[in-house]
């Protein structure tokens, strides 16, 4: 079985900061992990992935996060946000030994960047 | 390149009439589709996906039903819509193979509102 969770409902930072969005997951193998950015009244959008190699994975918009096998976390990370960075983010996981082709995602984080 | 559409962007139905929605992408073939529905803005619910035209899988008993009459074409349906059926519709797509370790593409939404 697979499982994701987003520990916070909301983050909150002033413009300028570095942010970090926490992403813990299960599975019985090796993950392939995924994090999404949804703003109001649109679709997801893929933001980076990390399928295997260097645990720190680059990904749009200056984002990035870091693969953390021993504590089964993938956080998001940034290290100057912006208010346009406000937005709700998504963190799944997909189980590589599994068999299922279906991610689980996480409940969402809002995050919340005050000028 | 890739796209997705999906229409109506919103819409308004009284209890009891019926629901279609359709979901269409471009520029890719034989993909794997997705309908979700997302709830106050927050965790995402699979409803059905499909691996290939006339094959759907259910993910939660209802009383909407999917069909994939072509190879990019994705419709949800109803045919006695619920109060409960509210909420913010998103159909996505994935590249099939490669171990599955491909990020899902999502459109941009239906939001309907049950009166």
């Known amino acids: 079985a697979q499982s994701v969770a987003q520990p916070e409902d909301q983050v909150n930072v002033a413009e300028g900061n570095p942010l970090t969005v926490k992403c813990t997951y299960s599975?019985?193998?090796?993950?392939?992990l995924f994090w999404y950015v949804q703003y109001p009244n649109r679709g997801l959008q893929f933001l980076l992935k990390?399928?295997?190699?260097?645990?720190l994975v680059k990904g749009s918009y200056g984002f990035e996060a870091e693969f953390n096998k021993s504590q089964t976390s993938f956080h998001l990370k940034k290290p100057s946000a912006l208010v346009s960075d406000s937005a709700l983010y998504f963190c799944?996981?997909?189980?590589?030994?599994?068999?299922?082709?279906?991610?689980?995602f996480g409940r969402g984080t809002s995050l919340i960047v005050h000028p | 390149s890739q796209t997705i559409h999906q229409w109506p962007a919103t819409l308004v139905q009284p209890v009891g009439s019926p629901l279609s929605l359709e979901c269409t992408v471009e520029?890719?073939?034989?993909?794997?589709l997705y309908w979700y529905r997302q709830a106050a803005g927050r965790g995402l619910q699979l409803l059905f996906y499909?691996?290939?035209?006339?094959?759907i899988s259910s993910e939660v008993p209802q009383n909407l039903s999917a069909s994939r009459p072509q190879d990019r074409q994705f419709i949800l349906s109803s045919k006695k819509l619920l109060l409960s059926d509210s909420g913010f519709y998103l159909c996505?797509?994935?590249?099939?193979?490669?171990?599955?370790?491909?990020?899902?593409?999502f459109g941009d939404g239906t939001r309907l509102s049950i009166l």
């Open positions: 996505a797509w994935s590249v099939k193979g490669a171990g599955y370790n491909q990020p899902q593409h």
């Open positions: 599975v019985s193998g090796n993950p392939y």
């Open positions: 990390y399928i295997t190699g260097d645990n």
């Open positions: 799944a996981v997909r189980d590589r030994s599994g068999g299922s082709y279906i991610p689980t």
């Open positions: 520029g890719t073939s034989n993909p794997n």
């Open positions: 499909s691996v290939g035209i006339g094959q």
